[in-house]
């Protein structure tokens, strides 16, 4: 059985973080509202579909989605530590060239292995982005999507 542990944003829906005592990971459970169009649902489910597949370093897994009896669509996916490449452009008055280059060397390969696979990344932004070791000379990149 999953916990809501807190309730960090909104933003076209609800994102609510998941613990489990079974599962050492946290899980992240976002909602997506006003309840989609009979097409936005069937795009939804197609989209969550081929993007559960997807396996690569750099991409946070989805590990399952639906649609409530409601009609709310939902997802739940691993959750992300990091700094959001949003805020360290905020915060970094100028970056090193060399760590701009290692931020979107690790973008495009997972952005290659998604077209690759078929999945579409209509949604990313800065915010999507997730630096891991951000004070590190070799940053890791992961992308929510």
């Not at 939804?44 to 649609?67: M, Q, R």
């Not at 939902?74 to 100028?94: D, I, P």
Request: proline share 6%.
């Amino acid at each position: 059985m999953f916990g809501i542990i807190k309730h960090p944003w909104l933003s076209k829906g609800t994102c609510m973080t998941l613990s489990n005592s079974l599962i050492d990971r946290p899980r992240v459970l976002r909602t997506f509202s006003p309840p989609l169009t009979q097409f936005g649902l069937s795009r939804f489910s197609e989209i969550a579909e081929a993007a559960k597949t997807l396996n690569h370093p750099h991409l946070v897994p989805l590990y399952d989605f639906g649609i409530s009896a409601e009609g709310t669509a939902y997802l739940v996916r691993e959750r992300q530590e990091g700094v959001k490449f949003t805020k360290l452009m905020r915060t970094s008055r100028k970056m090193e060239e060399a760590l701009v280059i290692a931020i979107f060397t690790q973008v495009c390969e997972a952005l290659e292995h998604a077209v690759g696979e078929g999945v579409s990344c209509g949604d990313l932004s800065p915010d999507n982005i997730y630096i891991v070791d951000a004070g590190s000379t070799s940053p890791f990149v992961r992308i929510v999507g």
